[in-house]
């Protein structure tokens, strides 16, 4: 499928926002919080909460651009931006699904709770199932990926 092809369906994915798809988080096997604390079952994603998210108290954009963009940072105290051009690989390119190391949610959902060893990334023990599940959508609309619930 063509790039507008893709935007055709992830804008009525956003338009639409009832026939999203179903993200399932109950094969995610390793959490940074106890055991009570996993996701039972499927949960539906909503990719505008997961924009939300991800451009607010998920931080994502500190490092990964507002929206995935790498080069539209926001406004950070400048302690805070100096040590993010220091880190060491650099940030992702999350809208490049041909870079990115981790292939399916489960990978993702455990970098975003555990962090991701080997680069800056920190655990986030803060967002709820319900917010993972919205962040993984919207992370597949960023990459255009055909198949947001793997």
């Not at 790039?3 to 926002?17: D, E, N, R, S």
């Not at 991800?54 to 105290?77: A, Q, S, T």
């Not at 992370?139 to 793997?150: C, F, G």
Request: glycine content about 10%; proline content about 9%; some cysteine.
């Amino acid at each position: 499928m063509n790039k507008a092809g893709w935007l055709t369906v992830f804008g009525v994915l956003l338009v639409g926002g009832l026939s999203t798809p179903v993200i399932s988080t109950s094969d995610m096997s390793a959490w940074a919080e106890p055991p009570a604390a996993q996701p039972s079952g499927k949960l539906k994603g909503n990719i505008l909460r997961g924009r939300d998210i991800f451009n607010g108290k998920g931080v994502c954009y500190y490092c990964h651009g507002i929206d995935g963009y790498l080069y539209r940072i926001p406004r950070l105290e400048a302690d805070t931006a100096k040590l993010i051009a220091k880190l060491n690989p650099p940030p992702s390119d999350l809208r490049n699904p041909d870079v990115l190391h981790l292939k399916t949610n489960q990978e993702r959902a455990r970098a975003i709770r555990e962090g991701h060893p080997g680069t800056g990334m920190f655990p986030d023990t803060t967002m709820t199932d319900q917010d993972l599940a919205d962040t993984l959508l919207y992370l597949a609309l960023i990459r255009k990926d055909p198949h947001p619930e793997q």
